[in-house]
């Protein structure tokens, strides 16, 4: 299978581009298309990598406004834990292809995805065409659980493994024990050495809320990301989700490990958090970086340009300059270009991943100015990307996701089903 576009505009320059076998093969302004090339013209359209979605629960499509404006705990406790305790594979399967839907139409190539029934994530993103990192939740009731409960959850370790070997090329496993509340101190440090036994990344929420620090503080003696080095899960290969409490020690800490972090501005601003990310202090550390939606439950948007966007602003807000958090930068994290862990290459060049956006030609946000800061400060995913490439196959043309009606439908069935809409 091979794919040449012709007439794309690269920083500025027409070129044109053959991907083979999911790689960019040739790429230039002299490239012509070959017999049994598929053939895209994208005159005038300005071609960019795609971007990465560092962390979400994709099926929680389905509970897309149910319980919003309510505090966390009582918004887990009353509406999403009794709901997500009936989840079915089929639910999962078909929340995730909606989740998968949405994400092709506004530009995001691959996902880290933490959820239930893994094994339903991997196929749904495996069918989408999308690339993902997917792990199965793991908990055991924290350390008032007892061993029935820790036994449950390697066993629920050692089945997600088993089902996410099968998902194919595009889909990588991963371990997700949940957060440091949700799993006991043993269970980390099983998770952390099963992890380095088979190279395996691990994705975990951190310091979403100041409560969860001084919870731990008072548990353990030390702050969290302390606490999880201690435990043996801080490493290169560890995804910290959200970080926004964490202090400079902390920062230190995962600098040396070589951990990344993943920032939620939206989510975080949704559900009231009360802090911020401390992106400077990292970037000035040389600390991984991703920019995630987490679920659309607690967003409840999956457009990545649209987390960029807020992104950029809370940082510059926060940290009450500017200059803080310029454009250019914004757009590598979304692309998933500051970190070696997340699968974005971030890069248009012979031998990197097809994975690619042709932006429209004609968009009015688009027609002046610097093509970054345009998509940064004033493009949505909607609104600009006209065509999605992953692994050099076309997942939408024109704007248009392929099987968006059948999706949609089956979605809204299972949603019905579970009595939330
Ligand atoms: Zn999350």
């Known amino acids: 299978m091979s794919l040449a576009i012709t007439g794309a505009v690269l920083d500025g320059h027409e070129t044109a581009l053959r991907a083979e076998r999911g790689r960019i093969a040739e790429l230039g302004p002299d490239v012509a298309p070959r017999e049994d090339d598929?053939?895209?013209?994208?005159?005038?359209?300005?071609?960019?990598?795609?971007?990465?979605?560092?962390?979400?629960?994709?099926?929680?499509?389905?509970?897309?406004?149910?319980?919003?404006?309510?505090?966390?705990?009582?918004?887990?406790?009353?509406?999403?834990?009794?709901?997500e305790a009936k989840l079915d594979a089929d639910d999962v399967y078909w929340g995730t292809r909606l989740a998968c839907a949405e994400m092709i139409h506004t530009g995001t190539v691959g996902l880290w995805?933490?959820?239930?029934?893994?094994?339903?994530?991997?196929?749904?993103?495996?069918?989408s065409g999308l690339r993902a990192v997917v792990g199965g939740p793991l908990i055991d009731g924290g350390d008032d659980g007892g061993e029935k409960e820790r036994a449950e959850l390697k066993e629920h370790a050692f089945r997600s493994l088993d089902e996410l070997e099968a998902g194919g090329e595009r889909i990588s496993a991963s371990l997700a024990p949940h957060s440091i509340y949700?799993?006991?101190?043993?269970?980390?440090?099983?998770?952390?050495?099963?992890?380095?036994?088979?190279?395996?990344?691990?994705?975990?929420?951190?310091?979403?809320?100041?409560?969860e620090v001084s919870q731990c503080v008072a548990a353990h003696g030390e702050r969290p990301a302390q606490y999880l080095d201690r435990v043996g899960i801080l490493g290169p290969r560890t995804m910290l989700a959200h970080g926004v409490w964490l202090d400079e020690g902390e920062l230190d800490l995962i600098a040396e490990r070589g951990a990344t972090v993943v920032t939620n501005p939206v989510a975080n601003l949704k559900l009231a958090v009360g802090g911020?990310?401390?992106?400077?202090?990292?970037?000035?550390?040389?600390?991984?970086?991703?920019?995630?939606?987490?679920?659309?439950?607690?967003?409840?948007?999956?457009?990545?340009l649209e987390q960029t966007k807020f992104l950029a602003l809370i940082q510059k807000h926060a940290a009450r300059d500017p200059a803080a958090a310029p454009a250019s930068e914004m757009w590598e994290i979304a692309i998933g270009a500051r970190s070696e862990l997340?699968?974005?290459?971030g890069r248009i060049a012979v031998g990197e991943p097809a994975d690619l956006l042709l932006l429209r030609a004609h968009s009015p946000v688009l027609s002046v100015g610097d093509l970054v800061a345009n998509l940064v400060y004033a493009g949505t995913g909607?609104?600009?990307?006209?065509t999605t490439i992953v692994d050099g196959r076309v997942l939408m043309r024109g704007g248009h996701v392929a099987d968006l009606e059948e999706i949609r439908e089956r979605a809204i069935e299972r949603a019905h089903r579970l009595g939330i809409a």
């Open 38 to 83: 598929e053939v895209i013209d994208a005159s005038g359209m300005p071609i960019v990598p795609g971007m990465w979605n560092a962390h979400t629960h994709a099926a929680m499509t389905l509970f897309r406004g149910y319980g919003d404006d309510m505090p966390l705990m009582r918004w887990l406790r009353e509406k999403i834990w009794p709901v």
């Open 182 to 211: 949700m799993v006991s101190e043993p269970s980390l440090r099983w998770i952390g050495a099963c992890a380095a036994e088979h190279q395996l990344p691990i994705q975990i929420h951190l310091s979403e809320t100041e409560d």
């Open 342 to 345: 997340i699968k974005g290459t």
């Open 113 to 127: 995805d933490m959820y239930w029934q893994p094994a339903a994530t991997a196929r749904a993103v495996a069918e």
């Open 382 to 386: 909607a609104g600009v990307v006209d």
């Open 276 to 304: 911020v990310f401390p992106y400077g202090a990292a970037r000035e550390r040389g600390i991984g970086i991703g920019l995630g939606t987490d679920g659309a439950g607690s967003n409840n948007s999956l457009d990545m």
